[in-house]
């Protein structure tokens, strides 16, 4: 994949500029800190999907809209995004960030899941794991953690910076992904029949006595008994019945709230074309007329274009949603009104029967006993299946991780080498103790810390473009915030310039002009920021807001 550009548009202080990259190494330079090198390595990653959580203080990415064009296997696409919701292409389709996902994965020809840490499944990933890697940011990646702590998102999966690198390696591939999640979903199979085996052994144990008894013995009050407690059941239904109608017509409100918005949003976005002033609308409440501004304060948005497209979108996924809430809750429903049926029948079979002792004969010994017995032993087969499937689909796993480990251990020789390797450049900086895929907190402090963080970011970047079968660009914001000596910067950018921004693929660091000169020979284009880097809308740029027009 290599970013070719970017878009950038305020909508609201009526900004924009567009930035172009070349496809090996690209060096934001601007004359002294603080005139956008961040904002800008930010919202190139942000664009790709990653979840940035901390902004310079003057980039409101809300009022933004952004568009990248990126090209990946000789084909060219466009992604925009405004907010939390994606546009591919000229698509109009609507995109939130888990579709997005799906989508840039497919694009890449991968497939990431992870476990997750509360369902202990594993599940689909976000843009920011797929992206994990790749992406140094300045506030979260330089504050003594190796990756593990560069965005919120990744807190919701077990061990997930080691899970990603093992896929980007090749470690664990599809094949092992797609066996771990065979056999999670029947552990979970396994442990719900197994739960449902308890259960019933537990019933057996109370009941077999009346069960097994000798009919006989059975009189009229057993039977009294016996239509009680599916009357007890019935009125137990009923009572779940209600509340679950009750949250229907809250979801059906919910539901026609959300559309009288869309419609309403649809009206003032059409409005666009007209003079927008001049119009009044009824309001869809209380049928009194609404000028535009009391309409926008009551949808909670201002006069923008691009705004009421973005809440309309929103709104649109929030109602898709709960459509299938309502959907999933009216299955639900109809279920516990079978059952309700099903022993209704049963109750007015027992009041049609002339001989009570004939009844219990025939229904409780040939129907409530065999159907016990039946339901035990399906319950142990079904047990023992999964068994089984588990067993066999470990002994798979076992296989295919064997191969991995030969893997990891030519990944992790390659490593070693790196690290004899940078520790003869860097000489003073001890790098042999931090052993391979530990991923936690980095000793050190101050230049010390960010000098061998800065060395293991790199090696890691290394050692992706040589065994990943995946090419995603790489960037990292600057690593020096505070004054250093001539020395030191000569060491770390000349490292950096040898092993990081030497490799084969497209890279993207941002530095001050005054440290240009520290960097070692090679093809740079450099893009040179000015502040501020977004400029006025003039005959010079507006032709680039009609690349959002479409949305």
Partial sequence: MIINSIVIYDYIKNKINQFNFGPQTNILVSETNKVGKSSLIKSLYFSLGYGVKIWPQDWDIQNMMFQINI???????????????????????????????????????????????????????YASEVLLPFYIDQDKSWNGYLYSKSSDSFARYSSTVKS????????????????????SVIEAELSNTQKKIEAFTLLI?????????????????????????????????NNTVSPINNQIIEIE??????????????KLKKAYGFRISEIKYECIHCNSKLTVEQSLTRLKIRNNLYEIVNRMNQKKNDRTKLEKQKDNILVNKEVIMDTI????????????????????????????????????????????????????????????KKIG??????????????????????????????????????????????TKLLALYTLYSNLLD??????????????????????????????????????????????????????????????????????????TNENLIKLFDSL
């Fill in 466 to 539: 040589e065994f990943a079968n995946v090419k995603i660009p790489f960037a990292m914001d600057s690593f020096i915030k505070n004054e250093s000596s001539s020395d030191l910067k000569e060491k770390m950018f000349g490292f950096l310039s040898k092993y990081y921004l030497s490799i084969d693929g497209q890279t993207f660091f941002s530095i001050i002009k005054e440290n240009v000169g520290y960097l070692g020979p090679n093809n740079y284009h450099f893009v040179d920021l000015e502040k501020p880097i977004l400029k006025d809308i003039d005959e």
């Fill in 205 to 237: 144990s109370e009941h077999a006595p009346s069960l097994y008894t000798d009919t006989k013995i059975i009189n009229k009050e057993n039977v009294a008994g016996f239509t009680v407690k599916y009357l007890e059941k019935i009125n137990r239904l």
């Fill in 71 to 125: 090209t990946n296997k000789n084909r060219q696409h466009t992604v925009t995004r405004h907010k939390n919701l994606f546009y591919i292409d000229s698509s109009s389709e609507v995109l939130n960030e888990k579709d997005y996902s799906k989508w840039l994965q497919d694009l890449l020809d991968i497939e990431i899941k992870l476990k997750d840490k509360k369902e202990k499944l594993l599940s689909d990933v």
């Fill in 164 to 183: 990603i690198f093992d896929f980007y390696f090749q470690i664990s591939d599809e094949i092992l992904i797609d066996l771990e999640l065979q056999k």
């Fill in 341 to 400: 049926l099903k022993n209704d029948e049963i109750v007015q079979e027992t009041k049609d029967f002339n001989s009570i002792e004939t009844y219990i004969e025939e229904q409780v010994t040939q129907k409530v006993a065999y159907n016990f017995m039946s339901i035990e032993e399906e319950l142990i087969n079904e047990q023992y299946k999964k068994s089984d499937a588990i067993k066999e689909i470990s002994k798979q796993i076992a296989k295919v």
């Fill in 253 to 266: 409100s919910k539901i026609n709230e959300l559309s009288r918005d869309i419609s309403e949003l649809d």
């Fill in 405 to 450: 480990n030969q893997k990891k251990v030519e990944v992790k020789g390659r490593y070693l080498e790196l690290i004899n390797e940078y520790e003869r450049h860097l000489k003073d900086v001890k790098l042999d103790d931090i052993e391979f895929y530990n991923f936690k907190e980095v000793n050190g402090s101050g230049m010390d810390s960010n």
